[in-house]
């Protein structure tokens, strides 16, 4: 016993030892899915280039609507309130399904819209929205991001067709962490 | 705090509290829904890389929304803990409705979820990072040396009912979960200081970083030192105890598809205790101040790899407890354990996970004329493997989970315990749960090997007037079988209005197959001299019944700033020996476990980074025990002033200066009293 004291007291040693230094860090005891998705949402819009045309005036806020049961709750809001992003604030709007979609910049469907897929994807059809999705299958079939998580971590799907009809830029930094998936046939078909 | 917010995806706050396990585990560490707005952090700083590296699910199996689960779960999180001033992971599970947690003395605990609560508790299963503490020795935790830094717990899950099919046997009144943050949460310095009357003087330091490119790790230690308590005449009792612990924590980065976890932890405790064993000679019995020991560890490895859709998860992991008490029993037990899980969505609307496990447990023991267990060395093998799948239908509006655990142990053979829960969502505010399940609580070494030598009659006296000393033994047998439980719970879960949430679970058990002592046939013993009969009481399974009750939870945000939490719990025991048992004790368990238990806090964050904690805890009356009701009100000041400093008074059972909680069966420890205390304690992060 005496033997396991001297370990731990050594041990105490190195851990105050190496202390100091480079000790920064996320303390991402608070991980919750939806704020976590909430910040991927936020980088995306850092990381995505809308056409002039999107914004009616240059200081126009990116609208992000979130359509049908919403998993956020005021998470999202705390997230992006007070941010400016090349002069845009950025707010948050939640959309009933039917609602019109032409003001979002951003459109997170939510899960409850799976059903209605389709639907949804055809009325933002040609319109410079960033569809966000964790719907499995969402950007196969013309969404263009969809957020899975893997394991215990959130991971992205891009589909990079889907965002160049939408007519948006997508960062060549986002794309690296991206999996790129294809429009499906069914997707095609449904153009 | 209230683990389920709303009942639906569609509310504000849903979603912060996530099910890892189907039923089971929370997945998100969040203290989110549980903490002031404030108390959210900020994330619009980190890149997207680093969101990548968060790991919102630590322990295993496919998230579920809290609100979603078809089970009566409640989550403890970091906030939580550290806003509560518990110092221990008892002390934190005070709050959770429906558990009894009592002290007995300064070291020991009787903590059990709806009814059967002891110091041997056997229907409770307890993991930390998906490692099993509960000992095959006698099917319960020692509650003593089940400890971690509390500053790196994510949260701590509990969940009142069985999970037998997702956990597997034992996992029968209850299974708490506890939760460590990965080591990429826990980066930096933390040193933390604790003193305080009565109790304690504790000392802990982390400090965590990175290896390489690739990976983060942690190590820490803490040291704990408790003062004796009070005996029931106010005197100095002999139960203090400390424990010097250590350990560390490595996780990868999670860039790829693979995520790899590797922990430890070592530890050694000195107890004290007042211990009353029989004796062959004049007086018959001895009472003496008796020390112990406990020291052991646990090494732990679990590997993630994801698949486009689906995920595999194996975990290894080899844990030692070595208990010595020369006067009463040591005992040295292994356990090596493997499982494996794999979870698949198929489709849209149905998620599949299966596992197997197998697990080797090595003991060896040694006895004293009090304890004894044989054989010496045994070594167990347990086979399992469990399926459970989840349909929804509607939108996801209504979910059926069906499953079953299969196992194999050396005692009974093969055990089945299935499930079926069923939740629907009602609009957007209302959701109602129901399960049926079985589960087991299969025999420990001792139920089978055991031989405790209870009392000692002195010669003549009554009730056997026998010449000879007669020793009242508890025998194990090998016919001794599983207990069984058939359980069906209700639940209902409401937002009543945006800041008022409630929350009630409701529950039936029918136990059949309960431990009783059966008589035995009395036989003469030469050896140890003197010659003495001995009247046995044998293992068997001649005990059933019936507990039933209802437990609510209100949370209520009066202000941003402002918590009120109140939960309630009540619990009838219908429990009684089979007509053909001649088990001459008491008639049943009823009595050991509170009938009424209630608790209410207040957390309130004031100016200045000052934030304070009141809560108000009740609990009934053991009439068995004839321990009377008590209130205990625990108080919280803590101040934090910037990122790195963090100071907190705290103040236990301030109603009462001196109260007893428990007495303790089969070992016949002197119990002794919970003083009113004070502590105060100072944390620096760097």
């Known amino acids: 016993m005496r033997y396991l004291r001297l370990t731990i007291a050594a041990l105490l040693c190195m851990s105050l030892a190496s202390g100091g230094a480079n000790a920064q860090s996320a303390d991402s005891s608070e991980s919750s899915e939806y704020l976590i998705k909430a910040g991927f949402i936020y980088n995306f819009a850092q990381l995505v280039q809308w056409p002039p045309a999107a914004f009616a005036q240059p200081d126009s806020p990116i609208v992000i609507g979130i359509l049908g049961v919403d998993p956020f709750g005021e998470l999202i809001d705390r997230v992006v309130q007070n941010k400016k992003l090349d002069g845009r604030s950025l707010i948050v709007k939640r959309l009933k399904r039917g ?73 060549s930094r986002l794309l690296a962490l991206a999996r790129i998936v294809p429009q499906s046939a069914d997707g095609k078909r449904s153009e | 705090m209230l683990p389920i917010r709303k009942q639906n995806h569609g509310s504000p706050t849903v979603g912060r509290r996530f099910l890892s ?43 579920q929304r809290l609100a979603d689960a078809a089970a009566a779960i409640f989550v403890i999180t970091q906030e939580d803990i550290r806003r509560s001033g518990a110092a221990s992971i008892p002390e934190a599970l005070q709050m959770v409705p429906g558990l009894e947690v009592v002290r007995i003395d300064e070291n020991k605990w009787a903590i059990g979820s709806r009814g059967f609560n002891g110091r041997f508790d056997n ?58 943050k990965p080591a990429q949460a826990t980066q930096g310095g933390l040193v933390t200081a604790e003193g305080g009357t009565e109790e304690r003087t504790a000392e802990s330091v982390r400090y965590g970083g990175k290896l390489g490119n690739s990976a983060f790790y942690r190590i820490y230690s803490k040291y704990f030192e408790w003062e004796p308590s009070i005996d029931a005449t106010g005197k100095a009792a002999h139960d203090g105890w400390n424990a010097v612990r250590a350990g560390f924590r490595v996780d990868t980065k999670s860039s790829g598809p693979n995520a790899l976890t590797v922990q430890g932890d070592l530890y050694d405790s000195d107890y004290k205790e007042t211990l009353t064993i029989p004796s ?107 399926l459970q ?72 006296a009554p009730p056997f007037f026998s010449p000879l000393p007669v020793v009242e033994a508890i025998f194990g047998s090998t016919q001794f079988k599983s207990e069984d439980l058939l359980a069906y719970e209700f639940g209902y879960r409401v937002q009543v209005a945006k800041s008022v949430s409630l929350d009630i679970a409701t529950f039936y058990n029918n ?20 010659t003495d009969v001995v009247y046995p009481f044998v293992a068997s399974n001649k005990m059933g019944g019936g507990t039933y009750g209802v437990e609510p939870f209100v949370e209520w945000k009066v202000l941003p700033k402002w918590r009120l939490l109140g939960s309630y719990s009540y619990l009838q025991m219908d429990i009684a020996k089979n007509k053909n048992s001649l088990d001459p004790t008491a008639d049943n368990p009823d009595g050991q476990s509170p009938k009424h238990q ?47 400093w963090e100071f907190s008074l705290v103040g236990h059972d301030l109603l009462n200066s001196r109260h007893l909680e428990f007495i303790p069966e089969f070992i016949n420890t002197t119990p002794t009293e919970v003083q009113r205390t004070v502590s105060g304690r100072i944390a620096w992060k760097f």
């Open chain 2, 389 to 460: 799948d989840e349909v929804s239908f509607f939108d996801r509006r209504l979910r059926v989970t069906l499953g079953s655990k299969f196992e194999h142990n050396d005692f009974t053979g093969f055990e089945f315990q299935p499930n079926v829960r069923v939740l629907a969502n009602i609009g957007k505010n209302q959701s109602v749960w129901a399960a049926t399940s079985r589960a087991v609580r299969t025999p420990a070494l001792t139920e089978e090997g055991l031989r405790l030598n209870e009392a000692v009659v002195p010669p003549g």
């Open chain 2, 123 to 180: 229907k409770l299963l307890v993991l930390i990072d998906g490692r099993s503490v509960y000992t095959p020795l006698f099917s319960g935790v020692y509650w003593n040396v089940q400890d971690v830094m509390l500053e790196d717990v994510d949260r701590i899950e509990v969940i009142r009912g069985p999970g037998a099919t997702l956990w597997g046997a034992n996992a029968v009144d209850g299974v708490i979960n506890i939760i460590t």
């Open chain 2, 280 to 386: 062959l000679n004049p007086p018959y019995s001895s009472m003496f101040a008796n020390d112990g020991d406990y020291a052991g560890g646990n090494l732990l490895g679990r590997w993630n790899h994801s698949f486009s859709r689906s995920s595999t998860t194996l975990q290894v992991y080899f844990d030692r407890t070595n208990v010595l008490d020369n006067s009463l029993f040591t005992d040295h037990e292994s356990v090596y354990d493997i499982d494996f899980q794999h979870d698949i969505h198929v489709g849209e609307s149905q998620e599949l996970v299966w596992g197997m496990g197998y697990r080797s447990i090595q003991d060896s023991n040694g006895s004293s004329f009090t304890v004894s267990l044989q054989p010496n060395h045994s070594s167990l093998n347990q086979f399992s493997s469990f």
């Open chain 2, 598 to 644: 209630f608790f209410v806090q207040s957390s309130i964050d004031l100016p200045k980074h000052f934030e304070q904690d009141l809560s108000l805890r009740y609990v009934d009356s053991l009439p068995s025990l004839n321990i009377p009701s008590y209130y205990s009100l625990d108080f919280h000041l803590g101040w934090r002033p910037g990122t790195h």
């Open chain 1, 99 to 171: 609602a019109s979609l032409k003001e979002c910049s951003i459109l997170f469907v939510s899960s409850s819209e799976a059903a209605h897929l389709e639907e949804v994807l055809q009325s933002t059809k040609g319109l410079p929205i960033l569809t966000i999705g964790e719907i499995p299958g969402f950007a196969v079939r013309g969404g263009i991001i969809n957020l899975t998580l893997e394991g215990n971590r959130v991971r992205f799907e891009v589909n990079i067709e889907a965002a160049k009809q939408a007519n948006l830029n997508i960062s």
């Open chain 2, 511 to 530: 136990y059949s197959n309960l431990r009783s002592a059966e008589p035995g046939q009395p036989f003469v013993e030469g050896s140890p001299a003197p």
């Open chain 2, 21 to 63: 396990l189907t039923v089971v585990g929370l997945l998100l560490g969040t203290g989110a829904s549980a903490q002031s707005p404030q108390g959210v952090p900020d994330i619009s700083h980190m890149s997207i890389e680093e969101l990548m590296n968060v790991e919102v699910t630590s322990v295993a199996k496919r998230p």
